[in-house]
């Protein structure tokens, strides 16, 4: 585990229980997909952004712990969608029924989403999750066609759907289960929006200068907000230290090497 996320291993060691339970339940092991992801370093991307995010307030783990398996979920559902579609694009129809099974636990783990949501008592958040879930979709969609020749879609807003929407809402969501204002909120989506360009540009296979201009962007962004709050007469949350966890997390992304590998997976998605 990579040192930064030590602080809160119990917090991300609980999140993994909840997925960890959630495969076995659906033989996972059937979908490469999903087993090659989970033993990836990068698991941590989404569950710990989530946590360092209400971290940086009034942390409360048993609002911000179930938030970020809940993102998590989404993530692996829309990874294995996502490489279905594209391995069932080479085969006969026939042969493409062989698939059904891979897409039944891509929605069995949305469906975890939704139960675990529940469980936690934050439903009020599936309105702003089914949205991530639409953009995701949305983007896949996009995606496909351009594959197929049927459109001619912006690869950067492809990237945006499919990827940045719900690493920003790992980062608002975060925020707000520990009681970020609406005003810092935005700041937060601002920012992972620009980090999840960067994770997204690096799937690609795109130039690092290309990912770091959005990192930079996103280190800014989080300046922004941390000036904002730390005025004068403004009560601190969890301190300056919270915002430099967040920092030294985004800025692993600006240092290119083994700590941050940016190979990516079977469906063209990075593990995280």
């Known amino acids: ?3 930064i996320l030590a602080p809160f291993k119990d917090e991300l060691a609980a999140q993994e229980a909840l997925v960890r339970q959630a495969l076995a339940a659906t033989g996972h092991t059937a979908s490469p997909s999903v087993a090659e992801d989970w033993n990836s370093l990068q698991k941590y991307i989404r569950p710990a952004l989530v946590l360092l995010t209400s971290r940086l307030y009034q942390h409360r783990p048993e609002a911000a712990v179930p938030l970020a398996a809940v993102h998590q979920f989404i993530y692996l559902a829309g990874r294995v969608h996502t490489g279905v579609a594209e391995e069932c694009t080479a085969l ?5 029924q062989s698939y059904q099974f891979p897409v039944l636990v891509g929605d069995y783990l949305y469906g975890r989403f939704f139960t675990t949501l529940c469980d936690a008592g934050q439903n009020h958040l599936l ?5 991530v879930i639409c953009s995701m979709n949305e983007g896949g969609m996009m995606r496909a066609k351009n594959a197929l020749g049927q459109a001619g ?3 950067t807003e492809i990237i945006r759907l499919e990827t940045a929407e719900l690493i920003a809402s790992c980062c608002r969501l975060g925020g707000l289960a520990g009681g970020a204002s609406d005003q810092e909120a935005r700041h937060l989506y601002a920012l992972g929006l620009e980090l999840g360009m960067a994770i997204g540009r690096m799937e690609q296979g795109c130039s690092f200068s290309e990912a770091a201009i959005h990192l930079q962007r996103a280190v800014n962004e989080m300046s922004v907000a941390f000036c904002r709050r730390w005025v004068p007469g403004h009560p601190p949350g969890a301190g300056q230290g ?4 967040l920092e030294r997390f985004i800025r692993l992304f600006l240092a290119p090497g083994p700590g941050i590998p940016t190979e990516a997976g079977p469906a063209g998605v990075m593990a995280g």
Request: charged share 40%; aromatic share 10%.
């Open 242 to 245: 919270g915002w430099d966890q």
């Open 153 to 155: 879609y912006d690869v």
């Open 1 to 3: 585990m990579l040192e």
């Open 92 to 96: 006969r129809r026939e042969a493409a």
């Open 127 to 131: 309105g702003d999750l089914a949205r």
